[in-house]
């Protein structure tokens, strides 16, 4: 079946910086390539989302990129805000989403 | 547009029970996933649900069961509670069955002692 690593499972930035979420998979069918944002307490909110059919995905001060070949996406949050902690949760879905393990993301003012 | 509905969201049960947990997706949504979340564990995917039929099923015990009603309202059931089945679990419902954008319930917490 799938397997999806995250990278790194926790990661504590400053205010302004930019921080990256890294993930691979391991079954080249997968084709959809969601990230959850869970704030505590609450449940897992799509924050961006990306197909297979393209490499990279900009909204805001977040990104994504897929690389296919090497079956690794990554997340990208410039610009961080106390407001970006949370944890968040890559997936990998070929009919069903497979989940990476978090990482809890902390943004100091 | 109401949102995903997990009822209970708390229980409390003692080892041995069961429990049962049930799953109101967004209207026009036909799929229901359901994932447990536990510390450390990440989340871990239970089953799927579309149109009355399980489409896919992860690597759990044949303790957890579910089913999904015409009106895409699903539940799930899990037997023989062990201590270890102490978690949240969360439903997600999508418009249609894999690759899709999936909407998470609050989720229902349930501790076995």
């Known amino acids: 079946g799938e397997n999806v690593e995250q990278h790194p499972s926790t990661l504590s930035v400053q205010e302004g910086d930019s921080a990256v979420i890294k993930c691979t998979y391991s079954?080249?069918?997968?084709?959809?390539f969601p990230w959850y944002k869970q704030e505590l307490g609450k449940r897992p909110q799509l924050i961006i989302d990306i197909r297979s059919n393209v490499g990279e995905k900009k909204d805001q001060r977040i990104a994504v990129t897929l690389n296919k070949t090497a079956k690794h996406f990554s997340l990208h949050i410039t610009e961080t805000q106390p407001e970006d902690s949370a944890v968040y949760f890559c997936a990998a879905d070929r009919g069903k989403s497979t989940f990476g393990d978090g990482t809890t993301l902390t943004v100091k003012p | 547009k109401a949102g995903v509905t997990q009822t209970p969201r708390y229980l409390i049960k003692t080892r041995g029970q069961q429990v049962t947990l049930s799953c109101s997706p967004i209207s026009g949504h036909r799929s229901v996933s359901w994932y447990q979340q536990t510390p450390g564990q990440g989340l871990q995917f239970l089953f799927e649900y579309f149109s009355e039929t399980q489409r896919n099923k992860g690597n759990f015990p044949g303790r957890f069961s579910g089913r999904q009603f015409s009106n895409s309202r699903s539940e799930m059931n899990v037997s023989t509670l062990e201590l270890g089945d102490s978690a949240l679990y969360l439903c997600?419902?999508?418009?249609?069955?894999?690759?899709?954008?999936?909407?998470f319930g609050a989720g229902s917490r349930l501790t076995v002692l």
């Open positions: 079954d080249s069918a997968s084709n959809y």
């Open positions: 997600a419902s999508s418009e249609e069955s894999g690759a899709n954008v999936l909407t």
